[in-house]
């Protein structure tokens, strides 16, 4: 029987891969930090990228796996992939890697990841999905924090704007890639239905909520000022930024058909998601 291991199940796109891929009648084996099972009918065992004793007991007997990068970490790739060697040499054959539209193949980071799936891995799939809609409603993300503060988005985005995507769409479709008979051995670009820029995020916002939410324009050095002044790591803060001039000269302006594709249902449009979550901003 195929065993997979999903790793970071207790996440956005992990859990409901989890729950996915249980209905589906697949063994699967939860890894999370924490020890306690994020989704009860799994196999669970706790897991960390860095703790060298943790990666025998969840790649034992598993022959695909669902990973996500440590959180925080500047080069994913050191921790990765040699887990990644030790679990093909454990008979993997199946890996489905969650990366982000923006990180290219061989790029820094999750884009060498990328590439040693390409090149070392019988079967493969990366999701390369642009911006989360759970950034929003996340109790832990800078944008949810300040919208519940002070009803304001700070980007130094201007007019760019992005496909914003909901999780469960990027987890239907890693489902399917660790599901279906026939590896899909290709880059998954995952978007929502619309690109839109932050100033239209504020307007659906407001007019769902009943709050006045406003985009405020800042420079690069204001906003990067504005996520240190929320508690983060300067480094991380700056890349952050970084991130936002990309969406600002377009780089993130794009609609794809994956979901539809993939898993033969549309994906979520940011109003309807809204609707969905109006607690979060109230």
Do not use: C
């Amino acid at each position: 029987m195929t065993r997979i291991l999903v790793i970071g199940a207790a996440g956005n796109t992990g859990r409901p891969i989890a729950e996915g891929l249980t209905a589906e009648g697949f063994t699967v084996r939860t890894a999370t930090r924490d020890t306690r099972p994020p989704v009860t009918a799994a196999e669970h065992v706790r897991f960390d990228w860095a703790d060298l004793s943790t990666h025998r007991p969840a790649l034992e007997g598993v022959d695909r796996m669902y990973v996500l990068a440590p959180a925080l970490v500047e080069d994913p790739s050191v921790l990765m992939i040699p887990v990644l060697e030790r679990a093909l040499a454990g008979g993997v054959r199946r890996v489905v890697l969650l990366s982000a539209s923006v990180v290219p193949e061989e790029g820094p980071g999750l884009g060498k990841v990328h590439h040693f799936l390409r090149g070392h891995v019988s079967e493969w799939s990366v999701l390369q999905p642009s911006w989360f809609m759970q950034n929003f409603i996340s109790p832990v993300h800078h944008h949810h924090a300040s919208l519940r503060r002070d009803g304001r988005l700070v980007t130094a985005t201007g007019q760019g704007r992005v496909g914003f995507v909901d999780a469960e769409d990027i987890a239907a479709v890693g489902v399917r890639a660790l599901a279906d008979a026939k590896s899909h051995d290709t880059a998954h670009v995952i978007t929502g239905p619309q690109a839109l820029s932050y100033d239209d995020l504020a307007a659906i916002l407001s007019r769902v909520s009943g709050r006045s939410i406003r985009h405020v324009h800042a420079t690069p050095d204001e906003a990067q000022r504005h996520l240190q002044g929320s508690g983060m790591p300067e480094a991380y803060a700056r890349f952050l930024t970084m991130l936002d001039t990309l969406i600002r000269d377009g780089t993130e302006d794009r609609v794809t058909d994956t979901v539809q594709r993939v898993t033969g249902r549309a994906p979520r449009d940011f109003e309807s998601f809204t609707r969905a979550h109006l607690d979060a901003w109230r």
